[in-house]
């Protein structure tokens, strides 16, 4: 996964926390995949992405992708998130990178504080923390979402209920520094991951949590 070509060299030599933010099937998953197998060598680069603690509990009670889950489960999704956190945080080597995923929305205070605490954990190590909101054309997330391979990732498979909650609902919306807004429509993930290399080489380190609207 790491190779000796770095994703960035921008002024901040030091690891780096991206955090990759858009709708289930944009291909978050598949863009930190890149990013990582890009990490410079130094800077061990790990994804956690959000089915990398999702899976734990959607495995022991028989999740499907379309079956609508109740606020039980995701109680016992955030049990386990706060633990991989809280490890990241203190007992994770410093000079480790991360890719994280996620989907954030506007509406939902906890998406919000997840954010801060993602922000707040990067300053602490410190690295240099990197939001990165994709976006894509609704009929092309639509088609992406019903991939099959996500169903083997146990990832959410119902193009029209993610076609609901994006009329619906919004991203959250994010005032960093360092953000970046990434249409990948029409984008390889090669092509996105190129881009936001792009972007890392002219980033400020930032102390400090999230600032969003």
């Given at each position: 996964m790491n190779q000796a070509r770095s994703i960035a060299r921008p002024a901040w030599q030091g690891p780096v926390f991206i955090y990759l933010v858009g709708w289930?099937?944009?291909?978050k998953y598949t863009l930190?995949?890149?990013?990582?197998?890009?990490?410079?060598v130094e800077h061990h680069h790990l994804v956690i992405d959000s089915h990398y603690v999702n899976n734990v509990i959607f495995a022991l009670i028989g999740a499907d992708g379309v079956k609508p889950l109740g606020p039980e489960v995701w109680a016992k999704v955030a049990e386990v998130r706060r633990t991989v956190l809280e490890t990241i945080e203190t007992l994770s080597p410093p000079g480790w990178s991360f890719v994280f995923t996620n989907v954030l929305v506007q509406d939902n205070p906890s998406d919000r504080e997840l954010f801060?605490?993602?922000?707040?954990?990067?300053?602490?190590?410190?690295?240099?923390?990197?939001?990165?909101t994709l976006a894509c054309a609704l009929d092309e997330l639509a088609r992406r979402v019903a991939s099959p391979s996500r169903a083997e990732r146990l990832k959410w498979t119902d193009a029209a209920s993610l076609r609901q909650m994006v009329s619906e609902r919004s991203l959250l919306r994010i005032d960093h520094p360092n953000h970046l807004e990434l249409d990948?429509?029409?984008?390889?993930?090669?092509?996105?991951?190129?881009?936001?290399?792009?972007?890392?080489?002219?980033?400020t380190v930032v102390p400090g949590a999230l600032q969003a609207d």
């Open positions: 289930p099937g944009v291909g930190a995949q890149e990013l990582a197998r890009r990490g410079s801060e605490r993602l922000a707040s954990i990067a300053a602490g190590r410190p690295a240099c923390f990197v939001p990165v990948v429509t029409d984008l390889s993930p090669t092509q996105a991951a190129d881009r936001v290399a792009d972007h890392l080489r002219n980033v």
